[in-house]
């Protein structure tokens, strides 16, 4: 390698090809050679055949039919008896060959074009009534073109739910996005299956519902990528008292996190915002039908279901039908369209919200129920004259006593 490279710059300096032959003790053809090689000179081994080459027609016959396919598993159906360690370099030096390519485009959003949806789960429980800690879902809406976040946690992840967070997140924006874009959220539907309600929401908003193809992140990189950031950016070092002091907390987190340049647009979010709106569908002039919503005939327990858990009903309704309808933040109980019973929404799972007021007319209702009941004054009790019967037979006083 020395050799070389002093041949090369004697030669550039002008030295004459056999001065430099005698000077170094080689012969001037090395010179030539030296002189015209484009690189320096290297020991390249001549390929031999190894022990894999046997194996390896039926080493591919078998990634071309599962790519992911173990080496291990390879060489016990082919009978490898070598190295394991050697077996596996071939395997993988093989997989790239065999395996499908899925080439990603890069994507360009125009203004008011889409919403990327995700539900995001903090990695912390949250306190809820009873005393215990859960992990909720947080929905989380990603205007593809302006990156504004908009997000908020919710109870469960039912469609119920989901379609009453989204409503709330749109009513904040202002406007309707174009395309909702979703990753098969089972409670927003799988493949071409909608869950119920999603369709009559989607008509409602004029708005398209995008459900993804597996293996599809790019579509939805932008909203995954702000979980992640929302894990190390915003969680580290909090503490939550409620779901609503987590939704208070974040939301104020987010009004300066939308603030901030986002390499990739180089601009902040609340900049691009007004344009991205602008193209946006305005809301509907009729509210999307929305939350539970089940009519049933009150029973005895006064009592009606919502999300697993109960909540007491005025029992002066026992026996009647009545109109259940819950959101986010209050269950309501209407009976011929009046409203007869109202409490806030529980989070916690399987328990019984009590009024007071329910159980103390409930308790006047059972003590009239058990009195005994009394004629109405001034009222016939059925006891009738023995002698009216006879004289609708038409009997004497003497016949009747016979």
């Given at each position: 390698m020395e050799d070389w490279a002093l041949i090369r710059r004697l030669a550039a300096e002008g030295t004459p090809h056999a001065a430099i032959a005698r000077r170094l003790g080689v012969s001037r053809t090395t010179v030539v050679k030296a002189v015209a090689s484009q690189g320096p000179p290297g020991y390249v081994r001549t390929p031999a055949e190894t022990s894999f080459v046997v194996f390896e027609?039926?080493?591919?016959?078998?990634?071309?039919?599962?790519?992911?396919?173990?080496?291990?598993?390879?060489?016990?159906?082919?009978?490898?008896?070598g190295s394991i360690t050697w077996f596996r370099e071939n395997?993988?030096?093989?997989?790239?060959e065999?395996?499908?390519?899925?080439?990603?485009?890069?994507?360009?959003?125009?203004?008011?074009?889409?919403?990327?949806?995700d539900l995001w789960f903090p990695p912390k429980?949250?306190?809820?009534?009873?005393?215990?800690?859960?992990?909720?879902?947080?929905?989380?809406?990603?205007?593809?073109?302006?990156?504004?976040v908009l997000a908020r946690m919710i109870p469960t992840r039912t469609t119920e739910?989901?379609?009453?967070?989204?409503?709330?997140?749109?009513q904040l924006l202002g406007r309707v996005p174009r395309r909702l874009i979703w990753d098969n959220e089972r409670g927003i539907g799988r493949g071409q299956q909608r869950s119920v309600g999603v369709p009559a929401f989607m008509g409602t908003l004029a708005t398209k519902l995008v459900l993804l193809k597996p293996r599809d992140p790019e579509s939805k990189g932008i909203v995954e990528r702000r979980n992640g950031w929302f894990?190390?950016?915003?969680?580290?070092?909090?503490?939550?008292?409620?779901?609503?002091?987590?939704?208070?907390?974040?939301?104020?987190?987010?009004?300066?996190?939308?603030?901030?340049?986002?390499r990739t647009t180089k601009a902040r979010p609340t900049d691009r915002l007004e344009q991205d709106r602008a193209a946006?569908?305005?809301?509907?002039?009729?509210?999307?039908?929305?939350?539970?919503?089940?009519?049933?005939?009150?029973?005895?327990?006064?009592?009606?279901?919502?999300?697993?858990n109960d909540y007491s009903v005025d029992p002066s309704w026992i026996?009647?039908?009545?109109?259940?309808?819950?959101?986010?933040?209050?269950?309501?109980?209407?009976?011929?369209?009046?409203?007869?019973?109202?409490?806030?929404?529980?989070?916690?799972?399987?328990?019984?919200?009590?009024?007071?007021?329910?159980?103390?007319?409930?308790?006047?209702?059972?003590?009239?129920?058990?009195?005994?009941?009394?004629?109405?004054?001034?009222?016939?009790?059925?006891?009738?004259?023995?002698?009216?019967?006879?004289?609708?037979?038409?009997?004497?006083s003497e016949e009747a006593g016979r």
């Open positions: 027609p039926r080493v591919r016959a078998l990634l071309k039919e599962n790519p992911d396919l173990p080496a291990t598993v390879i060489a016990e159906r082919l009978g490898w008896t395997v993988k030096r093989l997989r790239p065999v395996r499908p390519v899925d080439p990603a485009d890069r994507i360009t959003w125009e203004a008011g074009d889409a919403a990327q949806c429980r949250i306190p809820l009534e009873d005393g215990t800690g859960s992990l909720l879902p947080v929905l989380v809406m990603t205007l593809a073109y302006s990156r504004f739910d989901l379609l009453l967070g989204m409503w709330q997140l749109l894990e190390t950016s915003f969680m580290p070092d909090r503490e939550f008292a409620s779901p609503a002091d987590f939704n208070t907390q974040f939301t104020g987190w987010l009004e300066d996190a939308n603030q901030r340049t986002v946006m569908l305005p809301l509907p002039p009729v509210p999307p039908v929305t939350g539970w919503a089940n009519q049933v005939r009150l029973g005895r327990d006064y009592y009606v279901r919502v999300a697993s026996g009647r039908l009545v109109d259940v309808h819950a959101d986010l933040e209050r269950v309501q109980v209407r009976a011929q369209g009046r409203l007869v019973t109202e409490h806030p929404r529980v989070w916690a799972r399987g328990l019984t919200v009590t009024d007071p007021d329910h159980v103390a007319i409930a308790a006047r209702l059972r003590h009239d129920f058990q009195q005994p009941r009394r004629p109405p004054s001034g009222v016939d009790e059925l006891l009738r004259d023995l002698a009216d019967y006879d004289r609708a037979f038409g009997l004497t």
